[in-house]
């Protein structure tokens, strides 16, 4: 088993800042593509970026892009997802999780591990 833990999210005035992390442990040798999630209220949850096993390989939503930035340093199991330039319309509860594919996963259904979820609330 992988356990994924975000860091602590906040809240953030709209046109501004925030990193969020999320530290991996346990088998986490099964661990390759990574990705960031997220889920308003009343919505669904929606795919916001993702990394290669390798790091190599991302992509991004087209509501984030160039905007957002995910990295990860697999000698220390964490990913990373900088935000920028935050909108209020970007107020979600934020997920990170992990593939056993190594290629660069979009599909929320193709994910194995998950965190438990950290908050962050842009305001106007």
């Known amino acids: 088993q992988v356990q994924l833990v975000e860091s602590e999210g906040g809240l953030v005035q709209a046109g501004g800042s925030l990193r969020l992390s999320c530290a991996a442990s346990?088998?986490?040798?099964?661990?390759?593509?990574m990705g960031w999630f997220r889920q308003a209220p009343g919505k669904e949850r929606e795919f916001v970026a993702a990394?290669?096993?390798?790091?190599?390989?991302?992509t991004y939503a087209a509501s984030v892009k160039g905007r957002f930035a995910i990295s990860r340093e697999r000698a220390k199991n964490t990913l990373y997802l900088q935000m920028n330039s935050l909108k209020p319309e970007d107020t979600a509860v934020y997920y990170c999780?992990?593939?056993?594919?190594?290629?660069?996963?979009?599909?929320?259904?193709?994910?194995?591990?998950w965190g438990q979820g950290t908050q962050v609330t842009v305001s106007s």
């Open positions: 999780a992990a593939s056993r594919s190594g290629g660069v996963t979009t599909t929320l259904g193709l994910y194995d591990y």
């Open positions: 990394i290669s096993g390798s790091g190599g390989s991302t």
């Open positions: 346990g088998r986490t040798f099964s661990m390759n593509g």
